[in-house]
């Protein structure tokens, strides 16, 4: 059985903050938006449904976690759930903490502005942030 590996896209854009049951919890290093990344470490994944059974109960319960984890840390108006896949083929969940004035609102976050890394203070400050809250 192949080795799991993350998508070189994924690497390059997020940092990792922890590892769950099923998923690699990421950061997206877009400092627009509060955005957790879960990526089930199974190979071969493209889409929701290549999840063995076994693996969707984790999933979704990964995905809640992640949404409360979110709602603790920055108490957003609404979270955004997607797998869209469309750039990047290997099954991976956004979660997406959400405001009404943030640059995008109410549209979807993809392609309304440049992503804008954090700086390395305010990196160290959301990984620990995130971190007291995911578990």
């Known amino acids: 059985m192949p ?6 896209k994924l690497a390059a854009d997020t940092i990792a903050l922890t590892r769950w049951k099923l998923c690699r919890v990421l950061l997206m ?22 999840l063995a059974p076994a693996d969707l109960g984790e999933a979704t319960a990964e995905i809640v976690r992640a949404s409360r984890a979110l709602e603790l840390a920055f108490k957003p108006h609404k979270l955004n759930v997607a797998a869209l896949g469309n750039v990047v083929r290997q099954l991976h969940i956004h979660v997406v903490a959400r405001f009404t004035n943030d640059p995008a609102w109410p549209r979807p976050i993809w392609g309304v502005v440049p992503a804008k890394p954090y700086g390395e203070p305010e990196l160290a400050a959301i990984a620990a942030r995130l971190k007291a809250v995911l578990g």
Do not use: A, I, Q
């Open 3 to 8: 080795s799991f590996s993350l998508d070189p």
């Open 29 to 50: 290093n877009d400092s627009n938006f509060p955005w957790l990344v879960l990526v089930p470490e199974r190979t071969g994944l493209r889409d929701f449904h290549d």
